[in-house]
């Protein structure tokens, strides 16, 4: 399996969540989760996602950058559709995008000066994994504290799942 399909295949968990979502549980602070919300978790990922993409061209790639507060925060439907725009933005990155290409990623580590450090497209798109099953697995917190079932594989990665199967 290639890394934007596994982008891919948690974009539409992340979809398939939303859809199933009304606004009051897309957007009640949890108590348990540091007052974190479904949709503050889901705007975050796909800001990181755009980020990434957004970034390819110049080849730099400023996580930092990214917007807060957006529509897709409060509104599930509105989160649908973003997910689903960069679903198809990855799909047609499917063949000219070049897991080995180097980018540069921005770096503040919360002092004063800023770092570019060498990375390349495919370590950014399993980092961007990585970070989808993280936030995931706390917005499975959330959901299990308001009653709502979520499937057996939400939030878990692709070594705990491989693992599972092979149990």
Same mark, same amino acid.
Request: charged share 20%; glycine share 10%.
């Given at each position: 399996?290639?890394l934007?399909?596994?982008?891919r295949i ?9 859809? @199933? ?14 007052g974190?919300?479904?949709g @503050? ?6 800001d990181? *996602?755009?980020?990434?993409v957004?970034g ?5 790639? $400023?996580? $930092?950058?990214?917007?807060? @507060? ?16 960069? %679903? ?5 990155g499917?063949g ?11 770096? $503040?580590?919360?002092?004063n000066?800023?770092?570019w450090?060498?990375s390349?497209?495919?370590?950014e798109?399993? *980092? ?5 099953v993280?936030? *995931?697995a %706390? %917005? ?12 057996? $594989? *939400?939030?878990?990665?692709p ?6 199967l092979?149990?």
């Open positions: 399996m290639t934007l399909n596994s982008c948690y974009l539409q968990q992340g979809y398939d969540l939303v859809s @199933g979502l009304d606004t009051v549980q897309y957007t009640s602070p949890h108590a348990t989760c540091f974190g919300t479904v @503050g978790h889901i705007r975050h990922c796909l990181h *996602f755009e980020c990434l957004e390819l061209p110049g080849g730099k790639v $400023d996580y $930092d950058a990214r917007e807060r @507060g957006v529509p897709s925060e409060l509104d599930p439907e509105t989160a649908g559709l973003r997910i689903q725009r960069m %679903i198809n933005l990855l799909l047609l499917e000219t995008i070049d897991e080995g290409q180097e980018i540069l990623v921005k770096s $503040d580590c919360g002092g000066e800023t770092h450090k060498k390349t497209v495919g370590r798109l399993q *980092f961007l994994v990585s970070h989808m993280h936030h *995931f %706390i %917005i499975g917190i959330m959901c299990q504290s308001m009653g709502t079932e979520l499937p057996a $594989d *939400f939030g878990l990665a070594s705990t799942i491989r693992h599972q092979a149990s």
